[in-house]
């Protein structure tokens, strides 16, 4: 039974109970265009530009133009390296620059070697009279059926590069989250997005859903706890790592999934963590094998954690080959639930037991 010392403190106490339980249905399309819609309410050096991002609403629709006007939400000519090459002579104005996923490359000197090292060239001086923040953000990865030149990862590319930020959400409460804090941080930001993720519906929390809600970047989430097994993954390859994780506690295995969110920084410390309690790792992205995200965490556990590991360090990426074009070669070349499944049970010794019984 509560007790309340008077009216008021009661209906506080109610409100924020009944507050509490309250959660919505988004998808992270609408996680994307709410972040947006609320950051450039409360702070209107903000403003969103881009390619068809205006009249035409946006390639994938964030749609924000009605709302703003011109002014806020402006059209660019079909010129990356032109459109974030001139931002640079913007003062005081914080960009969010939406970038198709096959175009990033046309404009990767300006943010390599510009936006990447003005704050540490100039000693941080370069925000007195320029925009604090600019953030890179549209779709990164494979879509369907659109070949090897429209299916660039950039996780391992940008995550390479000192001065850099580079944010990678799963779910709606990533989205939202992670924008929020990319469009406040001071340092240039690389946002990306996966294209086939925008329709899928998530459940989001009422705290996510406040206006003042912000994640902090650089730290991942444990989705899933476990014993045996840590599986890490960002983007849609968490949804992949959760199925596979279902999966496996029907054969005794109880898998943790990290979804990462951050590629840089990197959350080291959760990551070895969580491998020196369940002393196995598999690492899944949808970036080449080469040089990638998996070969930096596994390098990590390696050097902090190599004493805890009780079998080899497993990693799944995309074939090192060209994106093929044909469904049933895509299909292959990109990671499945079905791999993730299979070098579980190799990690965990299972793979030979399983294949004696059959």
Request: charged share 25%.
């Amino acid at each position: 039974m509560l007790i309340f010392k008077n009216l008021e403190q009661g209906i506080r106490v109610i409100a924020s109970r009944a507050y509490s339980y309250t959660t919505k249905e988004m998808t992270v399309l609408e996680a994307l265009n709410s972040a947006l819609h609320e950051e450039m309410s409360a702070d209107p050096k903000v403003f969103l530009m881009g390619e068809e991002v205006g009249e035409y609403r946006g390639a994938y629709k964030v749609r924000l133009l009605k709302k703003y006007g011109p002014e806020r939400v402006l059209d660019t000519p079909i010129t990356e390296k032109g459109v974030i090459g001139w931002r640079r002579s913007c003062p005081r104005l914080n960009e969010v620059e939406e970038i198709l996923n096959k175009y990033m490359l046309q404009a990767i000197d300006h943010i390599i070697n510009s936006a990447a090292k003005s704050n540490y060239m100039s000693a941080g001086q370069i925000s007195k009279y320029f925009a604090n923040t600019i953030i890179f953000r549209g779709p990164n990865g494979a879509a369907a059926g659109v070949g090897a030149q429209h299916s660039h990862w950039y996780a391992a590319w940008c995550g390479s590069c000192p001065g850099l930020k580079v944010l990678a959400p799963y779910s709606s409460e990533d989205a939202r989250g992670l924008l929020k804090a990319a469009i406040r941080d001071p340092d240039p930001v690389v946002f990306l997005e996966n294209e086939l993720l925008y329709g899928e519906s998530f459940t989001v929390s009422a705290e996510a859903l406040d206006s003042s809600f912000c994640l902090p970047i650089g730290q991942a989430k444990i989705k899933r706890e476990g014993k045996d097994v840590t599986i890490t993954a960002f983007s849609k390859m968490v949804g992949y790592a959760l199925q596979a994780a279902e999966i496996l506690v029907k054969e005794g295995i109880n898998a943790e999934v990290i979804n990462l969110r951050s590629i840089r920084p990197l959350d080291r410390s959760n990551i070895n963590a969580s491998v020196r309690r369940t002393s196995r790792l598999v690492t899944i992205e949808e970036g080449f094998p080469q040089h990638g995200v998996g070969a930096e965490i596994c390098a990590s556990i390696l050097e902090e954690s190599f004493e805890h590991l009780d079998a080899p360090v497993e990693r799944i990426a995309v074939a090192d080959v060209p994106m093929p074009y044909a469904a049933n070669l895509e299909r292959m070349a990109v990671p499945q639930i079905d791999d993730i499944v299979r070098d579980v049970r190799r990690a965990c010794y299972r793979s030979s037991l399983l294949a004696a019984a059959a």
